[in-house]
Protein backbone atom coordinates (compact mmCIF):
# COMPACT_ATOMS: atom_id res chain seq x y z
CA UNK A 1 0.00 0.00 0.00
CA UNK A 2 3.04 2.23 0.92
CA UNK A 3 3.92 2.34 -3.21
CA UNK A 4 0.24 3.16 -4.59
CA UNK A 5 0.54 6.12 -1.79
CA UNK A 6 3.51 7.51 -2.83
CA UNK A 7 2.24 7.13 -6.78
CA UNK A 8 -1.07 8.97 -5.95
CA UNK A 9 1.12 11.78 -4.11
CA UNK A 10 3.65 12.14 -6.63
CA UNK A 11 0.44 12.35 -9.08
CA UNK A 12 -0.82 14.71 -7.04
CA UNK A 13 2.07 17.32 -7.10
CA UNK A 14 2.67 16.59 -10.63
CA UNK A 15 -0.86 17.70 -11.11
CA UNK A 16 -0.50 21.02 -9.41
CA UNK A 17 2.45 21.65 -11.73
CA UNK A 18 0.51 21.01 -14.53
CA UNK A 19 -2.93 22.99 -13.74
CA UNK A 20 -1.04 25.94 -12.56
CA UNK A 21 -0.31 27.22 -15.75
CA UNK A 22 -3.40 25.97 -17.14
CA UNK A 23 -5.04 28.34 -14.39
CA UNK A 24 -3.07 31.45 -15.59
CA UNK A 25 -3.82 30.68 -19.30
CA UNK A 26 -7.53 30.86 -18.08
CA UNK A 27 -8.53 27.32 -19.29
CA UNK A 28 -11.63 25.91 -18.93
CA UNK A 29 -12.20 23.74 -15.27
CA UNK A 30 -13.18 20.66 -17.17
CA UNK A 31 -9.81 20.76 -18.93
CA UNK A 32 -8.02 21.67 -15.43
CA UNK A 33 -9.95 19.12 -13.63
CA UNK A 34 -8.57 16.29 -16.57
CA UNK A 35 -5.51 16.97 -16.14
CA UNK A 36 -5.18 16.73 -12.65
CA UNK A 37 -6.70 13.49 -13.18
CA UNK A 38 -4.25 12.79 -15.35
CA UNK A 39 -1.35 12.73 -12.98
CA UNK A 40 -3.26 11.19 -9.93
CA UNK A 41 -3.82 8.10 -12.66
CA UNK A 42 -0.93 8.06 -13.44
CA UNK A 43 0.94 7.79 -10.75
CA UNK A 44 -1.64 4.96 -9.10
CA UNK A 45 -0.85 3.32 -12.24
CA UNK A 46 3.02 3.81 -12.05
CA UNK A 47 3.01 2.28 -8.76
CA UNK A 48 1.64 -0.58 -9.52
CA UNK A 49 2.69 -1.72 -13.04
CA UNK A 50 5.50 -4.50 -13.48
CA UNK A 51 6.60 -3.17 -16.17
CA UNK A 52 10.67 -4.21 -16.78
CA UNK A 53 12.51 -0.69 -17.56
CA UNK A 54 13.41 1.83 -15.88
CA UNK A 55 11.82 4.04 -13.82
CA UNK A 56 11.83 7.44 -16.08
CA UNK A 57 10.63 5.20 -19.13
CA UNK A 58 7.56 3.55 -17.01
CA UNK A 59 7.53 7.54 -15.91
CA UNK A 60 6.90 8.51 -19.64
CA UNK A 61 5.08 5.60 -20.86
CA UNK A 62 2.00 5.55 -18.70
CA UNK A 63 0.88 9.34 -18.74
CA UNK A 64 1.00 9.08 -22.66
CA UNK A 65 -0.84 5.86 -22.38
CA UNK A 66 -3.69 7.81 -20.11
CA UNK A 67 -3.28 10.56 -21.83
CA UNK A 68 -4.35 9.00 -25.44
CA UNK A 69 -7.78 9.14 -25.64
CA UNK A 70 -7.83 12.42 -24.61
CA UNK A 71 -5.14 13.17 -26.92
CA UNK A 72 -7.13 11.96 -30.39
CA UNK A 73 -10.35 14.34 -29.15
CA UNK A 74 -7.95 17.11 -28.42
CA UNK A 75 -6.02 16.89 -31.67
CA UNK A 76 -9.00 16.56 -34.01
CA UNK A 77 -10.05 20.04 -33.05
CA UNK A 78 -6.66 21.76 -31.54
CA UNK A 79 -3.60 20.20 -33.14
CA UNK A 80 -1.52 22.49 -32.07
CA UNK A 81 -2.31 22.80 -28.66
CA UNK A 82 -0.89 18.78 -28.55
CA UNK A 83 2.37 20.45 -28.62
CA UNK A 84 2.28 21.47 -25.04
CA UNK A 85 0.75 19.06 -23.63
CA UNK A 86 3.28 16.44 -25.25
CA UNK A 87 6.05 18.69 -23.74
CA UNK A 88 4.03 18.81 -20.19
CA UNK A 89 4.05 15.26 -20.28
CA UNK A 90 6.90 14.58 -20.96
CA UNK A 91 8.72 16.37 -18.74
CA UNK A 92 6.32 15.40 -15.78
CA UNK A 93 6.46 12.22 -16.78
CA UNK A 94 9.74 11.72 -16.36
CA UNK A 95 10.04 13.73 -13.28
CA UNK A 96 7.59 11.12 -11.69
CA UNK A 97 9.20 8.44 -12.28
CA UNK A 98 12.60 9.67 -11.77
CA UNK A 99 11.39 10.74 -8.17
CA UNK A 100 9.22 7.33 -7.72
CA UNK A 101 11.90 5.53 -8.98
CA UNK A 102 14.04 7.06 -5.95
CA UNK A 103 12.21 6.76 -3.32
CA UNK A 104 10.77 2.89 -3.70
CA UNK A 105 14.45 1.77 -4.20
CA UNK A 106 15.20 2.90 -0.68
CA UNK A 107 12.30 1.54 0.69
Known amino acids: ?3 QLIGIMLGIVAGVFDVIPMIIQ ?3 WDANISAFCLWVVSGYILSIADI ?3 PVIKGIIIPFLVL ?3 AVLIGWKE ?3 LIPITVMTL ?3 S ?3 FVY ?3 TEKA
Do not use: A
Request: proline share 8%; aromatic share 0%.
Open 91 to 93: VLG
Open 79 to 81: PVS
Open 26 to 28: KLT
Open 68 to 70: LPS
Open 95 to 97: LMG
Open 1 to 3: MKK
Open 101 to 103: GRI
Open 52 to 54: KVK
